[in-house]
Nanobody
Framework: QVQLVESGGGLVQAGGSLRLSCTAS????????MGWFRQAPGKEREFVAA????????SYDESVKGRLTISRDNAKNAVYLQMNSLKPEDTAVYYC????????????????????WGQGTQVTVSS
């Protein structure tokens, strides 16, 4: 069982920055491809960013390209989402997710491709 825990959310003004972290208890994340998704009130969960198990490949939704950056530090067993130039429309609960297929270069952008999810962390961007 993989338990993912997100942290780093909060309230920030438009144009500000936050860094979200995702760590795991009980398992190493080094063999998993990881992703970040978000869900705003009244909306479906949507893809934000993903990173391959190797860390070499990444993918982003068009709405966040150039502003959000996904990265991983296998030594710290953590995945991060650096969020810059935040906009009010980025307000949502952010979830990290793990795919356990252990394919080095694979990147997954659909929620059904992930096997484990964290509880989420709230990000609120005020205008």
């Amino acid at each position: 069982q993989v338990q993912l825990v997100e942290s780093g959310g909060g309230l920030v003004q438009a144009g500000g920055s936050l860094r979200l972290s995702c760590t795991a208890s009980g398992r190493t994340l080094t063999r998993y491809a990881m992703g970040w998704f978000r869900q705003a009130p009244g909306k479906e969960r949507e893809f934000v960013a993903a990173i391959s198990m190797s860390g070499v490949g990444t993918s982003y939704d068009e709405s966040v390209k150039g502003r959000l950056t996904i990265s991983r530090d296998n030594a710290k067993n953590a995945v991060y989402l650096q969020m810059n130039s935040l906009k009010p429309e980025d307000t949502a609960v952010y979830y990290c997710a793990a795919n356990t297929n252990s394919i080095q270069i694979a990147i997954y952008t659909r929620s059904y491709q992930y096997h484990y999810w964290g509880q989420g962390t709230q990000v609120t961007v005020s205008s």
